[in-house]
């Protein structure tokens, strides 16, 4: 505030010796710029008054990838929705420029009369015919802790007990504070929250990329890029989740050994929540 208050009496003086004596004093416009001109300076929100990070894993980070929980900013973002109508698109596409995709819920229609026209669905709706659990345990499994995903609208038609046309599908979704990180082979890495705990969203160890974490092999043996550890997520939640820092480190011990002979990198993602 007093640095604030020092540029501000230092306005004052510039124009006291360039304005006031000048001719153009008299002009209204430029009165009432003077006159207003040292309020709007004190009124005028800082960035330090509008975000309160509470934790050094958000401090360092600029205001547009905070995330939207009330202990980190004091303004909240708006959930996004994606609407899908069958026969325009065969799949529905989440993206997140700021952050990593959370999605929330999952709504559809299997009635044929609910159907879209001109891209939109009707404004009157019917209860749902199908439970949409199945669709949003899919939506979260493909999207989850990502920076972008496609999402099948046959997930939609096929899922179980409907197994009938989905004639539109929108999801809602949030960008959480985050990024995917990649830890090499026998390296260990540090998950770390502040003063909230950790929220593993996803999580592989194996290959999948001949790009990520290189190194020398026989052209014999190339490594494998499709590599994969179902337990990997539930191996990293069980031992992060709900915490304020965890380290884990990548190697076969802890997770498995799911293809012999190709080195392997850890790959997930996290985000902050506030403890329960």
């Not at 505030?1 to 510039?14: E, G, I, N, V």
């Not at 975000?51 to 205001?63: F, M, T």
């Not at 950790?198 to 043996?221: D, F, H, T």
């Not at 997520?233 to 990548?250: E, I, K």
Request: overall charge positive; glycine content about 2%; hydrophobic content about 30%.
């Amino acid at each position: 505030m007093f640095a604030l208050k020092l540029s501000t009496r230092q306005l004052t003086d510039k124009l006291s010796t360039d304005v006031f004596f000048s001719p153009y004093f008299l002009q209204p416009h430029l009165l009432l710029y003077i006159l207003f001109l040292p309020c709007f300076l004190i009124s005028y929100p800082t960035s330090s008054s509008l975000i309160k990070p509470d934790s050094h894993y958000v401090h360092d980070l600029p205001p547009h990838m905070l995330s939207c929980k009330p202990s980190t900013v004091t303004l909240c973002c708006v959930s996004e929705r994606t609407l899908t109508c069958d026969l325009q698109d065969y799949a529905q596409r989440l993206t997140c420029y700021d952050g990593l995709i959370v999605v929330q819920n999952v709504s559809a229609s299997h009635r044929e009369s609910e159907a879209c026209v001109d891209g939109v669905p009707p404004t009157r709706l019917q209860p749902p015919l199908c439970s949409m659990t199945p669709v949003l345990r899919t939506a979260k499994k493909r999207c989850d802790g990502r920076y972008r995903c496609a999402v099948k609208m046959d997930s939609c038609h096929f899922a179980k007990p409907c197994m009938t046309r989905c004639v539109w599908m929108e999801t809602t979704y949030t960008c959480e504070t985050g990024r995917i990180h990649y830890v090499c082979q026998r390296r260990r890495s540090t998950l770390d929250c502040g003063s909230q705990v950790i929220k593993v969203l996803r999580a592989n160890y194996g290959r999948l990329s001949k790009r990520v974490c290189r190194y020398p092999y026989p052209r014999s043996q190339p490594p494998s890029t499709t590599c994969r550890d179902s337990r990997t997520l539930q191996v990293m939640a069980d031992r992060c989740d709900g915490r304020y820092r965890c380290s884990v480190r990548a190697s076969n011990s802890i997770f498995s050994n799911s293809c012999p002979g190709t080195r392997k990198y850890l790959k997930y993602s996290y985000t902050c929540v506030d403890p329960e």
